[in-house]
């Protein structure tokens, strides 16, 4: 007889379990027609898990909740079980990476994600402290992967099974390329990993995110504050099982009623001559005599006083070695912009004709600052450095010209792409 797992079948946390059976050869299976706020909220399942949350198993000897200890149970159920190391010392390592991979990596990953996908209130600075954190556990992890192929040992534990399935929403959900590649040995590790045929077997494919999502307003709980619906009632929910990409509502309980959202204070600054979208309209227009017509309007346009213009250098070029990942890279930078269409402008140059390339950039911002809010919001920030332009410097001047214009050779180089923000 199986053993019957309740949750749906994108749930980060009952792969834990699904991965260990494997490993195991023990024979658990999802429950059928599990439909999340619903089937996890009649009096049945709350007798098994009060607070009403997935994964639960059934045993014969009666339910048990909580992730972690469910897939420990599973292990258990082989003597001497490899998973589990094979020495008291490995043993404590073992259970150390799960509890760090809960506690400060799991925990954190979602104190960003939930917010921005709206299950909880979305507040600046508890996000950049949750990011502060992750980066500190990530830098850890990172540095003890430099050595280590699996977290304990010399093949798959429980450990490994519990960190990648944690990492699995974080790099499917969140954690994009120019974000991870400041950890390439966990980037390795997780590609290595989800590879394994035992992972992948209920993994499936994964694709990493490619950009933050943005922030949307916080949704209602209802699941944990309205009665359950009768199943014949329930909307057909396709999302009902994807509990990976929408962590519920646990976190969402506490929520506030939206807030009037805060002018940006870029709104109150005293009006400018120059208007973004009518040089936005000019850049996109000029097919011919670019230098004439759109770097000629640009300088007649620019208010140094309403705007500054800011050169950014990629801190890391020499882990540019392959020119898609890169110009994915950009791209993703770009697409993070979005939240400053209205007080920015910008261009990014991939340069070299072979690897490592060089991404450079120029860009428009509205006051005499690079907007906080975007430095707050935008990771990609601190992954360039940032200089002033000086414009009185013609030199200078004559850059921004050229980078407006994809002037080529770029500083003696030829360039991969030119990538544009307006
Ligand atoms: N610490 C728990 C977390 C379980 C959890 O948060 N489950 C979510 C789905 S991934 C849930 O059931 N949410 C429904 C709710 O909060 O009512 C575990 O590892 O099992």
Redesign the pocket.
Known sequence: MPLVLH?GNT???AFKTLITAEYTGVNVELVKNFE??VT??TPEFLKMNP?????VLETPDGPI????A?ARYVARLKADNPLLGSSLIDSAHIEQWIDFS?LEIDTNILRWFIPRVGFAVYLPQAEEAAIASLKRALAALNTHLASNTYLVGHSVTLADIIMTCNLTLGFSRILSKSFTSEFPHIERYFWTMVNIPNFRKILGEIKQAESVPPVQSAKKPT??KEPAKPKAQAEPKKEAAK??AK????DAGEEEAPKPKPKNPLDLLPPSKMILDEWKRLYSNTKTNFREVAIKGFWDMYDPEGYSLWFCDYKYNDENTVSFVTLNKVGGFLQRMDLARKYAFGKMLIIGSEPPFKVKGLWLFRGQEIPQFIMDECYDMELYDWKKVDINDEAQKERVSQMIEDHEPFEGEALLDAKCFK
Do not use: C, D, W
């Not at 962590?247 to 646990?250: C, G, L, R």
């Open positions: 949750a749930n980060k946390n999340m706020g996890n909220k607070i009403g949350k997935v994964p909740f909580e992730s972690n469910i809960s699941q944990s509990e990976t962590p519920k509502v646990e």
